[in-house]
Nanobody, 118 residues
Framework: QVQLAESGGGLVQSGGSLQLSCAASGPIISINAIRWYRQAPGKERELVAG???????NYADSVKGRFTNSRDNAKNTVYLQMNSLKPEDTGVYYC????????????WGQGTQVTVAA
């Protein structure tokens, strides 16, 4: 069974840094696009960053220049380095991946909480 697991969340002061990881496991044939979303309390889930299978990156305007997305294909893992964190970055961060196992499907992790204190 394919699973995604996020880690690396926590509490950090404004201006601090965190690195999130999203590891995919199971009978994976290939991983296509991987995206990070976040959901703040009372708000809709929003796309934060994404990386395609070829390594093409995209970011939400609110995180450009502060967040860096990268992937390690050998480890089926993607990383989100978050620098210069702001209180408005607070939320639950989820990874979402398009994965081909016995068939192609979209998978979600369980989420990891990021809290940025002012």
């Amino acid at each position: 069974q394919v699973q995604l697991a996020e880690s690396g969340g926590g509490l950090v002061q404004s201006g601090g840094s965190l690195q999130l990881s999203c590891a995919a496991s199971g009978p994976i044939i290939s991983i296509n696009a991987i995206r990070w979303y976040r959901q703040a309390p009372g708000k809709e889930r929003e796309l934060v960053a994404g990386v395609t299978s070829s390594g093409s990156l995209n970011y939400a305007d609110s995180v450009k220049g502060r967040f860096t997305n990268s992937r390690d294909n050998a480890k089926n893992t993607v990383y989100l380095q978050m620098n210069s964190l702001k209180p408005e970055d607070t939320g639950v961060y989820y990874c979402n991946a398009e994965i081909t196992a016995s068939y192609s499907s979209s998978y979600w992790g369980q989420g990891t909480q990021v809290t940025v204190a002012a």
